[in-house]
């Protein structure tokens, strides 16, 4: 018997409405994702305390706490800061996306989503976790300040 391959990554769903959020996982598990799920933003912020999840497809919209509101606690907790979180919502203004930046998110889709869509961002993300990050010290940060003077 053959050994089944590892899973890619764990993914929390969020959203307020179930078949948003079966959708959401069929797409992802069919993709070899790991999924969680949440119906609110207290329940995303817990659940991704519990779990740690490696990306995040949140909701903005939800009743509780919203998604912009959850997002913000996810980042702003060491355990989950490097979590990567995609708002997933039908607010498709510009100043919804600068809302959503603002709030910590790493990537936005709009929904009605295509399978797609949805399978490329989350593969973006996971490329965005497993490419390391430039260290800039924080000497080097006072000596570039120090430069422009």
Do not use: H, W
């Not at 948003?20 to 991704?48: H, K, M, P, Q």
């Not at 510009?94 to 989503?113: N, V």
């Amino acid at each position: 018997m053959a050994e089944r391959a590892a899973l890619k990554a764990r993914v929390l769903v969020v959203d307020d409405e179930p078949n948003v959020r079966t959708i959401l996982c069929a797409y992802l598990r069919e993709a070899e994702y790991e999924t969680i799920e949440a119906s609110n933003g207290t329940e995303a912020v817990d659940a991704a305390m519990r779990s740690r999840p490696e990306i995040v497809l949140m909701d903005v919209t939800m009743p509780e706490m919203d998604g912009l509101t959850a997002c913000t606690k996810i980042k702003a907790e060491p355990r989950t800061s490097n979590s990567q979180i995609i708002i997933c919502t039908a607010r498709s203004t510009r100043q919804d996306l600068i809302e959503a930046i603002g709030a910590g998110a790493d990537d936005y889709i709009i929904k009605p989503f295509q399978r797609e869509t949805v399978i490329t961002k989350v593969e973006r993300a996971r490329e965005r976790l497993q490419t390391p990050r430039p260290f800039l010290s924080p000497i080097g940060s006072e000596r570039r300040k120090a430069a422009r003077k």
